[in-house]
């Protein structure tokens, strides 16, 4: 007998912080995309997937994974220019209060804006997060702490809530 949760629950229950992680990641513009390509890819598999399975990870691998393919096709591509600034929804997403942090966030190296989003953000384990961008769980957790030592240098005072933990 099967006691997955019907697919449109997942959704409604991780869908909001896939959205993060993906805004985190690829910043605004980018991340709609990621995300309906994550639940896409994750709609076909999640009849395969073990009930005992960490459905918030599996999403954010995935997610990580199409986060990977948006950058490596944005590097094929030539920047766009003059582009005209989104207004702020209030959304809960990046660049939509603080853009200086944003930036700050987005100018961070790769592995480390991932373990960031992925731990503060996805709120996932540093086991998971090792897992999700391939090496250990010190080199992850490294990596997310570098990440905040390198936020707090260009961002003073800003990185408090949840970076004990």
């Not at 990046?94 to 960031?116: C, T």
């Amino acid at each position: 007998m099967d006691m997955k949760q019907p697919f449109e629950n997942v959704v409604a229950q991780h869908g909001a912080t896939v959205l993060r992680v993906c805004r985190v990641v690829l910043g605004p513009h980018d991340a709609d995309d990621a995300w309906s390509e994550t639940f896409l890819s994750a709609l076909r598999a999640y009849p395969d997937l073990p009930e005992t399975a960490n459905v918030e990870a599996w999403l954010v691998t995935i997610a990580h994974r199409k986060a990977i393919d948006v950058l490596r096709v944005a590097k094929r591509n030539p920047l766009p220019v003059d582009e005209v600034p989104e207004a702020p929804t209030g959304r809960d997403i990046p660049d939509s209060g603080d853009s200086d942090l944003w930036a700050a966030v987005k100018g961070l190296p790769s592995k480390q804006r991932q373990a960031v989003a992925y731990r503060y953000v996805a709120g996932l384990a540093y086991a998971e997060i090792a897992e999700i961008l391939g090496g250990t769980v010190e080199a992850a957790r490294r990596a997310a702490a570098d990440g905040l030592k390198n936020l707090r240098k260009k961002y003073p005072g800003a990185i408090t809530r949840g970076a004990s933990s």
